[in-house]
């Protein structure tokens, strides 16, 4: 009996590593693009995000954003994995190719 405890723990700390690891990627990313729409906005208030989904084969991001203090509607951007850029322009030539609007 003790014997199976030992593979038993191993495949779940390897189950956490590799799921805790996704988790933490996927909030540096947020991060990041929360930090470029605040730079390009030239705001310093917090930015939220909805309708996050994986384009490109998850070279890069859909969704949209908002100035959390303003109560403003969320916007559309486009979010490029490869070159870190966003665009928020839902009639850029860029947000339509990706994100099919």
Excluded: W
Aim: aromatic fraction near 10%; glycine fraction near 8%; charge should be neutral.
């Amino acid at each position: 009996m003790h014997n199976l405890y030992i593979p038993v723990i191993a495949i779940l700390a390897a189950f956490a590593i590799i799921f805790g690891g996704q988790a933490i990627s996927d909030s540096r990313v947020d991060d990041e693009i929360k930090s470029l729409i605040s730079k390009q906005l030239g705001v310093d208030s917090e930015i939220e995000l909805q309708a996050m989904k994986e384009v490109q084969k998850g070279y890069g991001m859909c969704g949209q954003y908002r100035i959390a203090d303003q109560g403003q509607r969320f916007v559309p951007f486009y979010y490029s994995k490869v070159n870190e850029r966003v665009t928020l322009d839902a009639d850029a030539e860029r947000y339509r190719r990706h994100c099919g609007s």
